[in-house]
């Protein structure tokens, strides 16, 4: 009976050593947490993510990156969004979790060559594209009212929203003006004014 006695006595001391050791690291940890520097969060949309990283650490501070997310406004490589909000305060060693710009969405040109203006500013707007400034010029392959050629030409990325020109036959060379060069830029340059 004395032997259980003892043994039950190292039981329970074994248990109250091991609850006190862990309220005491538990109360510890609090205090050391509760008490760690807390530094007010930078504005980092439209700074450069390597160099947000940089910033961040010289503060304690770490970064996430969650996402990446095409932007007309911010350029490529540069952050978009951060969370938690510039000048939200935070602990030393909380990480932000930022959005990062991949620049704008790049578009193909598509093939305009030989359409009549309507048609070639129906595949452009379906495209994400738009109608730039309009030129003329003569063509004895291309017929009259059709696109001789686009600029930026055909396959070309840009981005999204961007204007393309077009260049728009006038039919074939007239034989009035065919030898006369000066008279038929003076005459093209009238068309591309107008």
Request: net charge positive.
């Amino acid at each position: 009976m004395k032997t259980l006695k003892i043994i039950g006595f190292i039981i329970l001391s074994f248990i109250i050593v091991f609850l006190l050791g862990f309220v005491l690291s538990r109360t510890a940890l609090y205090f050391y947490t509760k008490h760690r520097s807390e530094v007010p969060v930078p504005n980092l949309v439209n700074k450069d993510y390597k160099k947000a990283k940089h910033d961040l650490y010289k503060l304690g501070l770490y970064i996430d990156k969650i996402a990446e997310r095409n932007s007309m406004e911010i350029l490529e490589g540069s952050i978009i969004s951060q969370e938690p909000e510039a000048h939200s305060v935070v602990k030393k060693g909380y990480t932000i979790k930022v959005i990062v710009s991949k620049g704008p969405e790049m578009i193909k040109i598509p093939t305009l060559d030989n359409l009549t203006i309507d048609e070639a500013r129906i595949r452009l707007i379906n495209s994400g594209l738009e109608v730039g400034n309009v030129n003329y010029s003569y063509s004895n392959e291309i017929q009259k009212g059709k696109v001789i050629y686009s600029q930026p030409v055909y396959g070309m990325d840009v981005p999204r929203n961007s204007k393309i020109d077009l260049v728009i036959s006038l039919g074939k060379i007239p034989t009035t003006i065919k030898n006369q060069k000066d008279i038929y830029d003076s005459y093209l340059e009238d068309l591309n004014e107008n």
